[in-house]
């Protein structure tokens, strides 16, 4: 059976060449939102003529696929966070590919090593500081939120969110198991308030006087400058890139993995190397104010004007083997209590 949405894709083109219709799609599970990815797999199809079908998900990408198995019409898996890239390829649902394309494009800290996931762009875990009541240059490092200086100041999200796991895996990557606990440590006294809410609601936080410090992803400014409401708890804090000590600052993915049993295998890999190019990489990231990773690429102006920032090197992988870890000494310092 042909779908309707394939007939809709290919139209005229494909009645005329007679292509094994079966053979031209590829189909994606996405984490994330329809909008940041339309424009892309729309140019996708009209260049290569596959049609690309997204399904969105808001959550249990994993079980779906679990439940599915070998008859899963998945091909593609798009989603944030190496926490949730790795959770698909741990639970054994991605299969590696290897491509000089997709090589070149990624830098070897964004992709699986093995090239069960590539990454596509980046976001980075920075402070948002008050403009009013923190002076420039007053937060350089992450080990910085630990100095009692910051007493009662600083508001964050639940410790137990992937974001702030990821970031405790990196300081575990920098400091090993003591030296985070104690940041752990350092870092609750600080906090003006018991971990609550999300990202932006910290930077309204600050806004609102509660608060003058805050960790958040570089994205949500963009978001926040987009919104009538939100404008102004951005117009009051200004991004800050610390660095570790001994590093850069802490990056984040968003990324592609090719599931175990994908039916539409080259199609799919195709959409892979597309998604990785430099020219649809600034598209993805502009859509979400997110970074490109490909080499040569650049952020959108506004994206550029919160500033330049090193990246710590480590690569992912490294830190979602931290994870665990990373989550028990969030529990032991009963850091959202
Ligand atoms: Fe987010």
Same mark, same amino acid.
Request: hydrophobic share 40%; net charge negative.
């Given at each position: 059976?042909?779908?309707?949405?394939?007939?809709?894709?290919?139209?005229?083109?494909?009645?005329?060449?007679?292509?094994?219709?079966?053979?031209?799609?590829?189909?994606?599970?996405?984490?994330?939102?329809?909008?940041?990815? @339309?424009? $892309? !797999?729309?140019?996708?199809?009209?260049?290569?003529?596959? *049609? =690309?079908?997204? +399904?969105? #998900?808001?959550?249990?990408?994993?079980?779906?696929?679990?439940?599915?198995?070998?008859?899963?019409? @998945?091909? $593609? !898996?798009?989603?944030?966070?190496?926490?949730?890239?790795? *959770? =698909?390829?741990? +639970?054994? #649902?991605?299969?590696?590919?290897?491509?000089?394309?997709?090589?070149?494009?990624?830098?070897?800290?964004?992709?699986?090593?093995?090239?069960?996931?590539?990454?596509?762009?980046?976001?980075?875990?920075?402070?948002?500081?008050?403009?009013?009541?923190?002076?420039?240059?007053?937060?350089?490092?992450?080990?910085?939120?630990?100095?009692?200086?910051?007493?009662?100041?600083?508001?964050?999200?639940?410790?137990?969110?992937?974001?702030?796991?990821?970031?405790?895996?990196?300081?575990?990557?920098?400091?090993?198991?003591?030296?985070?606990?104690?940041?752990?440590?350092?870092?609750?006294?600080?906090?003006?308030?018991?971990?609550?809410?999300?990202?932006?609601?910290?930077?309204?936080?600050?806004?609102?006087?509660?608060?003058?410090?805050?960790?958040?992803?570089?994205?949500?400014?963009?978001?926040?400058?987009?919104?009538?409401?939100?404008?102004?708890?951005?117009?009051?804090?200004?991004?800050?890139?610390?660095?570790?000590?001994?590093?850069?600052?802490?990056?984040?993915?968003?990324?592609?993995?090719?599931?175990?049993?994908?039916?539409?295998?080259?199609?799919?890999?195709?959409?892979?190397?597309?998604?990785?190019?430099?020219?649809?990489?600034?598209?993805?990231?502009?859509?979400?104010?997110?970074?490109?990773?490909?080499?040569?690429?650049?952020?959108?102006?506004?994206?550029?004007?919160?500033?330049?920032?090193?990246?710590?090197?480590?690569?992912?992988?490294?830190?979602?083997?931290?994870?665990?870890?990373?989550?028990?000494?969030?529990?032991?310092?009963?850091?959202?209590?």
């Amino acid at each position: 059976m042909i779908p309707a949405f394939l007939s809709l894709a290919l139209g005229a083109a494909a009645a005329l060449t007679a292509l094994p219709a079966l053979a031209q799609e590829v189909n994606v599970y996405s984490y994330r939102q329809p909008e940041l990815i @339309a424009p $892309l !797999v729309d140019a996708f199809t009209e260049e290569t003529g596959i *049609a =690309v079908n997204v +399904a969105h #998900l808001d959550k249990g990408l994993v079980e779906r696929l679990k439940a599915e198995g070998e008859r899963s019409p @998945a091909d $593609l !898996v798009f989603t944030v966070d190496i926490s949730r890239l790795s *959770a =698909v390829v741990e +639970a054994g #649902l991605t299969q590696p590919v290897t491509s000089d394309t997709l090589t070149e494009n990624v830098p070897a800290i964004y992709r699986d090593p093995d090239g069960h996931w590539y990454g596509l762009t980046t976001r980075a875990r920075v402070v948002y500081a008050s403009k009013e009541r923190v002076p420039e240059s007053a937060v350089t490092t992450y080990e910085d939120l630990a100095n009692p200086k910051w007493e009662g100041r600083v508001c964050t999200r639940s410790g137990l969110h992937p974001y702030n796991v990821a970031l405790t895996a990196a300081v575990l990557h920098h400091h090993g198991a003591e030296g985070t606990k104690a940041w752990l440590e350092g870092l609750k006294s600080n906090l003006a308030r018991k971990p609550q809410g999300n990202d932006r609601a910290q930077v309204k936080a600050i806004w609102a006087g509660e608060c003058d410090i805050a960790l958040g992803n570089t994205y949500y400014m963009g978001k926040m400058l987009a919104d009538e409401e939100q404008k102004a708890w951005a117009d009051a804090v200004r991004i800050v890139f610390p660095e570790f000590e001994d590093g850069g600052t802490h990056v984040n993915i968003s990324g592609v993995a090719l599931t175990k049993s994908a039916p539409n295998r080259e199609n799919a890999v195709k959409l892979m190397e597309f998604l990785t190019s430099p020219k649809a990489q600034e598209i993805y990231a502009e859509a979400n104010y997110e970074y490109p990773i490909a080499p040569g690429t650049e952020p959108a102006d506004l994206v550029a004007s919160w500033g330049d920032f090193t990246a710590d090197d480590v690569n992912l992988m490294s830190l979602a083997g931290n994870r665990p870890e990373a989550l028990k000494l969030t529990e032991e310092v009963d850091f959202d209590g």
